[in-house]
């Protein structure tokens, strides 16, 4: 059995994680995580040389990565203007889930009558580590809960809707790291994990549908009340 502190999820077969040379996969997270960690504000303007001065880098690896963010949402751009920082707000992470809830129902459908018994080892597999990781070390939940929904997804025909779908996850991703998961949210997790195997086993499609949209609106749900709170906390 894979060791967690081993285990790195990976998108979906045919689906490039950044679609970026190395350099500019580089830099682009780091801005990715200057953004999320709120080291670069809100409407802050992006200049190209300056950021390449901050990396070390020359300016293609730069505007390489500001492109890729602009594609996920992180960076806006502005005739005239230039780059500048997305607001990561509630509006932000909404908009992502709600779009999860519409896509995710329809390939998990089609997974379930698809599913060999080998897919449903592999579920069981991660499942199990999930399970024995407990959320005692968040980045290893993070990656093996992305692996557990890629299992469902990485063979689906429209490759299109897996690749949004796999942008889309690594935003939210990124953004929850800043929360802690309470223990309701581990409770369904565990819990929703488990329905959808029997799921998945019994062939009901249509449950596990109706499932994985509970579960993609709960796990949304979960991070824009700790963005509430934050926001609260900051207020008063």
């Given at each position: 059995m894979t060791e967690t502190s081993e285990f790195k999820a990976q998108p979906p077969e045919g689906i490039d994680a950044t679609g970026a040379s190395s350099e500019g996969a580089s830099v682009y997270q780091l801005i990715r995580d200057d953004i999320i960690e709120g080291r670069l504000a809100a409407n802050?303007?992006?200049?190209?040389?300056?950021?390449?001065?901050?990396?070390?880098?020359?300016?293609?690896?730069?505007?390489?990565?500001?492109?890729?963010?602009?594609?996920?949402?992180?960076?806006?751009f502005v005739a005239n203007r230039g780059a500048r920082v997305r607001p990561i707000d509630q509006d932000f992470v909404r908009d992502i889930y709600?779009?999860?809830?519409?896509?995710?129902?329809?390939?998990?459908?089609?997974?379930?009558?698809?599913?060999?018994?080998?897919?449903?080892?592999?579920?069981?597999?991660?499942?199990?580590?999930?399970?024995?990781?407990?959320?005692?070390?968040?980045?290893?939940?993070?990656?093996?809960?992305?692996?557990?929904?890629?299992?469902?997804?990485?063979?689906?025909?429209?490759?299109?809707?897996?690749?949004?779908?796999?942008?889309?996850?690594?935003?939210?991703?990124?953004?929850?790291?800043?929360?802690?998961?309470?223990?309701?949210?581990?409770?369904?997790?565990?819990?929703e994990h488990r329905e959808l195997i029997a799921h998945v086993k019994a062939g009901r499609a249509n449950e596990a549908g109706e499932l994985i949209a509970r579960h993609v609106e709960g796990s949304g749900r979960h991070i824009l009340e700790h963005m509430r709170a934050r926001n609260a906390a900051r207020a008063g």
């Open positions: 802050e303007r992006l200049v190209v040389t300056d950021l390449a001065r901050r990396h070390g880098t020359s300016t293609n690896p730069v505007r390489e990565a500001l492109q890729l963010l602009r594609g996920e949402g992180f960076v806006t709600e779009i999860g809830v519409l896509i995710e129902p329809s390939l998990t459908r089609w997974f379930v009558n698809m599913a060999t018994v080998e897919d449903i080892a592999e579920l069981e597999r991660i499942q199990s580590l999930i399970e024995e990781n407990n959320f005692s070390d968040t980045v290893r939940h993070s990656e093996l809960d992305t692996a557990f929904h890629t299992i469902m997804y990485r063979k689906h025909y429209n490759r299109h809707a897996a690749e949004l779908w796999w942008k889309h996850r690594e935003v939210l991703r990124a953004v929850s790291r800043r929360f802690d998961f309470t223990l309701a949210r581990r409770a369904a997790i565990l819990s």
